[in-house]
């Protein structure tokens, strides 16, 4: 895409489609506002997964628009559309997000998701039981780290359940991931491996992503996982039931 763009028009002027997704669907959406899309997923039925964006600009903003003022702006767009607190899970990665909704909007802070970063960000991140309990003391319930920090190789190969995965649901934390499809493994192997670091010997060919789908829905039981292509997860989760 063209990040200086100035219109729509000229963002999607360039295609931010990877080569091997389809462009079905380029140029032919509609822009919505955070607040028009809270009134289609309110039509349609759906659950809503916000992501408060690391904001752009130096906050405070215009001198007087707080960090805790954007995080507070999006939950006011919800309680002013009459939306169930229930049917949204509020997401941020910052720690400092999550904190401020549980204090402050307790309805909607219940179920608000720590996207962790650490995983990948800090070279020096050990998960422990300590750190995932001092989440849960503080209200925190959700953590949302990269697929590849919840999965790993046993001595035999095979996929299994990480550290990770189990301490923080020792500490009784539930788990939501990212991003499944979001690796080319067409040409035998990811070739983009992010996602399957810990496992990426196990990951040989398209099929092998469901290996490792099982392993997060039946063994780490996460409650959801992000897929930039969702009739995969979808097929899977119809075939077992989920």
Known sequence: ANPKAKTVEEYVSQVATAAWRTDLYTERGTLLSHAESIELFKQLGTGMTPELKSPQVEMPFAGDYTQQDYAQQMIDEYKASGV?????WVQSFKLDDVLY???NEPGFGRQA?????????DNNFVPTLADF??????????VAPPMFALLELNHRGKIVPSDYARLAKNAGLDIITW???????????????????????AIEK???????LDVLARKVKVLGIFS??????????NCFGH
Not at 84 to 88: E, L
Not at 133 to 142: A, H, P, Y
């Open 133 to 142: 309990e001092s989440l849960r003391d503080n209200g925190v319930k959700i």
């Open 179 to 201: 991003t499944f499809e979001r690796t080319d493994l067409r040409g035998g192997g990811a070739s983009n491996p992010f996602y399957y670091r810990s496992i990426g010997s």
């Open 84 to 88: 169930n607190p229930r049917r949204v």
């Open 101 to 103: 909704w549980i204090e």
């Open 113 to 121: 998701v720590y996207l962790d970063s650490r995983p990948y960000r």
């Open 228 to 237: 930039d292509w969702p009739a995969t997860v979808t097929y899977y989760a």
């Open 206 to 212: 398209e099929s092998d992503k469901y290996l490792a």
